[in-house]
């Protein structure tokens, strides 16, 4: 759980179980204080890099000529994400449902204020802004997956102005339902880091968005699909060791607590935990390509570390290795066999995003029940399904008003010559024209 009402009921599941001889001296109340909020500013710094992250990945998975285009709209989005989460979307996400079972949507107010200058532990068990901090950072994430998958084919104005919407409102909302003590938290749905909450939510955004936006000019022609490659692999594969990096803040401190040895043990599980489903995802894709078509795809390669770092993230502290790796594994699998999926249905998607976060945070949100036996299966899937219907259509109104008023795609001139001389105005790669 994020909620902050919740962390001083969060169980421990430690690595070993202490005995009266064992059990360490409990940390004063300041110096838990200082550890809980430093968990939450290391995370948080770790999960803003993923922004990083996400811009490598984009920028070499495009063509050279929407590189900077890409760069662009990830600095945005995410300084977006970040005013608009103070404005109003954190007090959506976290509004202290008193009646959890009708809290459907929080009522917010404006302007979030933090702790006063020099505050003590008075406020609570952490500082409050590293709260917020940490909190803010996902929701530039579930941005950033919407990012890729519209790459090289919308207008920059419309794309941020769905960014408002989305981190705003979208997004806080569902983070409502389970973080913020809604009515999906109580029917005991879990969600440990966000495979639904904020995956599964870009994904789906994402997903309708692709489908009003269209594809991009040629990808689908003559019966055939045709491939644009990547500009640059290395760059891309930077992103995702960045990407790797940053969620060990993304999982790891969602344990929201390292005041105790029992919470620094479980972090530590967690740790291992998301890199042996990332390191089993790259292996399951390395053997199903070579399998499937006599060689290693590279790009598919980059999504399945991806596909087991989402699988993981709905519960990343029960499950044994073994577990993890298996969690893992089969959300390399789903990649390898969703991404074909996608062009059969003529959804373009340019880095594969959706196959990545939607269909492995689904998965991964229906496997906490395997290793997590206290969550109902029944709340798990309540919980994907909300999730895709509320976020399909607040999400696919925003997008058909924006296409139907101010417009979503650059004319076919524009697409053709690249959006970087068509809006940015500096091209990434100069010297290639």
């Known amino acids: 759980m994020k909620n902050a009402l919740k962390l001083a009921a969060t169980a421990s599941v430690g690595l070993v179980a202490a005995t009266p001889a064992m059990a360490a001296p409990a940390a004063g109340a300041d110096t838990a204080f200082i550890f809980d909020t430093l968990l939450f500013l290391i995370g948080g710094f770790l999960v803003m890099w993923m922004?990083?992250?996400?811009?490598?990945?984009?920028?070499?998975?495009?063509?050279s000529k929407n590189v900077s285009m890409q760069c662009l709209k990830n600095i945005v989005l995410y300084s977006i994400a970040g005013i608009m989460f103070w404005i109003i979307g954190y007090q959506i996400a976290y509004p202290?449902?008193?009646?959890?079972?009708?809290?459907?949507?929080?009522?917010?107010?404006?302007?979030?204020?933090?702790?006063?200058?020099?505050?003590?532990?008075?406020?609570?068990?952490?500082?409050?802004?590293?709260?917020?901090?940490f909190q803010m950072v996902f929701c530039a994430t579930t941005a950033s997956i919407v990012s890729g998958t519209l790459a090289?084919?919308?207008?920059?104005?419309?794309?941020?102005?769905?960014?408002?919407?989305?981190?705003?409102?979208?997004?806080?909302?569902?983070?409502?339902?389970?973080w913020g003590e809604g009515w999906l938290d109580a029917m005991d749905f879990s969600d440990f880091a966000g495979s639904t909450l904020v995956h599964s939510t870009g994904g789906w955004a994402a997903?309708?968005?692709?489908?009003?936006?269209?594809?991009?000019l040629g990808r689908y022609a003559d019966g055939k699909v045709n491939v644009f490659p990547g500009t640059n692999i290395p760059l891309a594969t930077l992103g995702t060791f960045i990407l790797w990096l940053g969620w060990f803040g993304f999982n790891g401190a969602s344990q929201l607590a390292?005041?105790?040895?029992?919470?620094?043990?479980?972090?530590?599980?967690?740790?291992?935990?998301?890199n042996m489903a990332a390191c089993a995802g790259v292996v399951a894709v390395v053997i199903l390509t070579q399998l499937l078509y006599?060689?290693?795809?590279?790009?598919?390669?980059?999504?399945?570390?991806?596909?087991?770092?989402?699988?993981?993230?709905?519960?990343?502290?029960?499950?044994?290795?073994?577990?993890?790796?298996?969690?893992?594994?089969?959300?390399?699998?789903?990649?390898?066999?969703?991404?074909?999926?996608?062009?059969?249905?003529?959804?373009?998607?340019?880095?594969?995003?959706?196959?990545?976060?939607?269909?492995?945070?689904i998965w991964g949100t229906l496997a906490v029940c395997l290793t997590n036996t206290e969550v109902p299966f029944i709340a798990q899937l309540t919980g994907v399904i909300a999730t895709g219907i509320?976020?399909?259509?607040?999400?696919?109104?925003i997008w058909a008003i924006l296409k139907f008023t101010i417009g979503l795609r650059p004319t076919e001139e524009e697409e053709m010559m690249g959006l970087d001389k068509a809006e940015v105005g500096v091209e990434a790669y100069p010297e290639f024209v």
């Open 152 to 178: 090289e084919r919308i207008k920059l104005w419309p794309f941020l102005i769905f960014t408002v919407v989305l981190t705003g409102v979208i997004y806080p909302v569902v983070v409502s339902w389970e």
């Open 51 to 63: 922004a990083a992250g996400f811009a490598m990945l984009e920028a070499g998975l495009v063509r």
């Open 207 to 216: 997903l309708i968005g692709a489908i009003i936006l269209g594809p991009r």
């Open 294 to 361: 006599g060689k290693v795809d590279v790009t598919m390669v980059l999504n399945g570390a991806l596909a087991g770092l989402v699988s993981i993230t709905a519960e990343p502290l029960t499950p044994s290795v073994p577990w993890a790796l298996a969690i893992g594994a089969i959300g390399g699998v789903i990649v390898v066999f969703t991404v074909p999926l996608l062009d059969k249905l003529k959804i373009d998607d340019v880095v594969g995003a959706i196959p990545v976060h939607l269909f492995c945070g």
């Open 258 to 274: 390292m005041g105790t040895v029992g919470d620094v043990s479980d972090v530590s599980r967690i740790f291992v935990n998301t």
């Open 96 to 133: 202290g449902f008193e009646d959890a079972a009708t809290g459907y949507f929080g009522s917010a107010g404006f302007f979030y204020p933090m702790q006063d200058v020099a505050a003590g532990i008075d406020q609570g068990s952490y500082s409050v802004a590293s709260d917020w901090f």
């Open 390 to 397: 509320f976020v399909m259509v607040a999400a696919g109104i």
